[in-house]
């Protein structure tokens, strides 16, 4: 079996292509069941962020679930679904055919793509966990993506023992680097990046107005920011009145309606936009009202939102004075090298340790129930020559057929020895899962006796 990460993040893809696959996250949640379906994966969690999406798979092939994840993906891009017959590769594809545009975002995806397999999928998940891998690097955020990724795959029945471990460890591991380092507080958030970033345009907070449209996590995240910042005023819009309201009434900010958005954006010089709708939320004709109304006084519009809230300035139809759009991309770019780089190398010299031992527990059970069956094998073979020696030594006493088990026993045990220990140790190398089953054909050991030894008993029901 293989263990496997297929995805693509801000680190790989523009904002683009990620803006696309966040419009069509429904799709891309069905992933998981299309690979599954596929029978090249026999466990999927799919990690669905703003800045990330990643496949994660079991597999007892690494080839041929690399191939049926990455047409997924493809899929999840926006291409028509392609049934067993619409693989480019088996026969020419004809104008207007679907192979065509399957093959077209199938090769858009794969420049932007990342695999990682085994340990490296391993370090991967651990290293994600701990916030190292995010925009933000250090946000705490990603532990609860990665917990909903983890519940969602196990109501759907397709977490099994692997991912299950390998999740619950890698929340464990995240946790603990919060906790016992200081990288939390040492990084910088998007928000705290996007107001430092809006003072250069617009210069300190304290007396302007400030905005916030959405209600969730990370608009109450970003009113907090701004209140604390020393914002002038502050208001929130909200498309759910009830939740403006609340986030309104804990950060002091005043509630509008959203049919008063541009009427908001226009009276506001920092407006924070991060829903999560489809489509632009303030559009470019927004844009210009606002700026008309405004008479082109200095305004900053950052956008936290994937897909974007904010239409891009490209789209347009005509040049705006005095108005300046943040949007993830260059926050990105302004948040690297903002952590320090010896609180960083002990994270992840901890992820480092932790990836080690984790690798060995999973060792030690691929192996365990090979090693387990062949000691029951040996110990049956015990019993049978024993229960043997009684039939031709009926007489014998029990001290001295007490002491044959032991030196049968002894003897057994050491020369089983050393080939359970040396199994154990060359599973740790690449290739590993060769000696286990060489060990299995050696001592002609059945799939069923270590199924046997590897399924815990059903508990007998009450009569």
């Given at each position: 079996m293989s263990l496997l990460v297929i995805g693509l993040s801000h680190h790989t893809a523009p904002l683009t292509v990620l803006e696309n696959l966040a419009q069509r996250a429904e799709r891309a949640r069905e992933i998981a069941t299309d690979v599954i379906g596929s029978a090249t994966a026999t466990e999927v969690v799919v990690l669905s962020t703003c800045n990330r999406l990643e496949v994660y798979a079991e597999a007892p092939a690494f080839h041929p679930a690399v191939a049926a994840i990455?047409?997924?993906?493809?899929?999840?891009?926006?291409?028509t679904?392609?049934?067993?017959?619409?693989?480019?590769r088996v026969a020419p594809a004809t104008p207007g055919d679907p192979r065509d545009e399957l093959a077209a975002t199938a090769a858009g995806l794969a420049e932007h793509l990342y695999v990682r397999f085994d340990d490296s999928a391993v370090a991967h998940a651990f290293t994600v966990a701990c916030g190292l891998d995010s925009m933000a690097v250090g946000e705490a955020q990603i532990l609860g993506q990665m917990?909903?990724?983890?519940?969602?795959?196990?109501?759907?029945?397709?977490a099994g023992e692997s991912l299950n471990s390998l999740f619950q460890q890698a929340?464990?591991?995240g946790k603990r680097a919060h906790s016992e380092t200081e990288i939390d507080q040492h990084s910088v958030s998007?928000?705290?990046?996007?107001?430092?970033?809006?003072?250069?345009?617009?210069g300190p907070l304290s007396g302007?107005?400030?905005a916030v449209v959405g209600a969730g996590g990370m608009s109450g995240l970003s009113a907090a920011t701004a209140r604390r910042a020393g914002a002038g005023s502050l208001t929130v819009v909200g498309r759910t009145p009830e939740r403006a309201q609340r986030l309104a009434a804990t950060t002091g900010a005043t509630a509008r309606p959203w049919a008063e958005l541009v009427d908001v954006v226009a009276e506001s010089d920092?407006?924070?936009?991060?829903?999560?709708?489809?489509?632009?939320?303030?559009?470019?004709?927004?844009?210009?009202?606002?700026?008309?109304?405004?008479?082109?006084?200095?305004?900053?519009?950052?956008d936290l939102a994937l897909p974007r809230d904010v239409a891009p300035a490209d789209t347009w139809p005509a040049p705006v004075d005095g108005v300046t759009v943040i949007d993830l991309q260059q926050l990105g770019r302004l948040l690297d090298g903002r952590t320090d780089g010896a609180l960083l190398r002990r994270v992840r010299d901890m992820v480092t340790g932790e990836v080690a031992a984790h690798l060995t527990r999973r060792v030690e059970k691929s192996v365990g129930p090979t090693v387990a069956a062949l000691r029951a094998r040996a110990a049956a073979l015990v019993a049978t020559e024993m229960a043997r020696l009684d039939q031709r030594l009926p007489d014998l006493d029990d001290a001295t057929r007490s002491e044959v088990g032991l030196a049968v026993h002894r003897i057994v045990e050491k020369l089983l020895h050393t080939p359970t220990v040396r199994v154990k140790e060359f599973a740790m190398e690449e290739g590993g899962a060769d000696y286990a089953a060489a060990l299995r054909e050696l001592f002609d050991l059945e799939p069923k006796d270590i199924a046997n030894v590897s399924t815990p008993p059903k508990?007998?029901?009450?009569?």
């Open positions: 990455g047409e997924a993906l493809a899929v999840a891009a926006g291409s679904a392609p049934g067993p017959a619409l693989d480019p917990r909903e990724a983890l519940a969602s795959a196990q109501a759907a029945g397709q929340l464990r591991v998007l928000v705290q990046m996007a107001l430092e970033e809006a003072a250069r345009t617009l302007l107005r400030v920092l407006v924070i936009s991060c829903t999560g709708a489809v489509g632009h939320v303030v559009t470019a004709l927004d844009v210009l009202e606002s700026s008309r109304r405004r008479g082109g006084r200095a305004q900053v519009l950052v508990r007998g029901g009450r009569a």
